[in-house]
Each structure stands twice: as structure tokens, then as C-alpha cells.
């Protein structure tokens, strides 16, 4: 069962707070019910909407599973890997198998570039 306490984000803030910061970007973390991990970003230097072929919306969901593969980017691709690996940590696993219905995932990771109401302020060159 999917499972994050607001204590074992406090123990992975720190190594998500240094990405954040080696890349330029600023972003919250914050736990939703206690079967996710969120990293909202909300500004950087980094063209994340350009990049990802929405330059004409506010914000976007990444999709964790493929964010690093399908970064036109390598920057920007390096920033979710590294970004997802230090959501992960060490405690992470997944030992689903969808084939049988079988669920077990240490909790769930979700990246959120920009919100609904405030959308991501791109800081970077060109702007």
C-alpha cells in the first residue's frame, strides 16, 4: 500500500531542495494523502513548457515514467532524473505487476510544473 509520511519528506526535502537549486528552479514539496509525493514548480531558468511543446499553457503534469526520455532538452532531461531520484531516495520501491492486479508501490511520485491557477514563470534567456 502506497504510503509517505510528512516525516519521510522532511527527510528527502533536502536532497530535492539541491537539485531544485543546482538547475535554477524554485518548487514546493508537500505530501497528498499520504500516498504521494509532490514537487510543484513554480519558476526557472530552465524552458520547461517550451520543452515539453505547450509554450501556450500555464502548467502541465509530468509523467514520471518517461519524463528523462522525453525531454527534447538533455538539460532539461537531467533535471527530471535527477529530480525523480531524489524523490525516490533510498527507501523506494515498486514491485507492481499490472498483469494481475497487483499494486504494491512504496507511494506514488507526481511532478507538477506550474499550477492550475499559477502558472510556471519561465526566468530564463530569451525573456
Excluded: H
Aim: charged share 25%.
Amino acid at each position: 500500500m502506497a504510503y509517505i509520511s510528512q516525516e519521510e519528506k522532511k527527510e528527502l526535502a533536502p536532497g530535492i531542495k539541491a537539485v531544485l537549486k543546482k538547475y535554477g528552479v524554485k518548487g514546493t514539496i508537500a505530501v497528498r494523502g499520504y500516498s504521494s509525493l509532490v514537487v510543484n514548480i513554480k519558476s526557472g531558468v530552465l524552458d520547461l513548457m517550451g520543452d515539453c511543446g505547450l509554450p501556450n499553457e500555464d502548467s502541465f503534469q509530468v509523467n514520471p515514467y518517461y519524463a528523462e526520455e522525453r525531454a527534447k532538452d538533455p538539460k532539461i532531461g537531467s533535471f527530471y532524473g535527477e529530480l525523480l531520484a531524489a524523490m525516490k531516495g533510498t527507501k523506494w520501491y515498486n514491485n507492481s505487476d499490472a498483469q494481475i492486479d497487483y499494486f504494491d508501490i512504496a507511494y506514488y511520485v507526481d511532478i507538477n510544473v506550474g499550477k492550475w491557477d499559477t502558472g510556471y514563470v519561465y526566468n530564463g534567456e530569451g525573456k
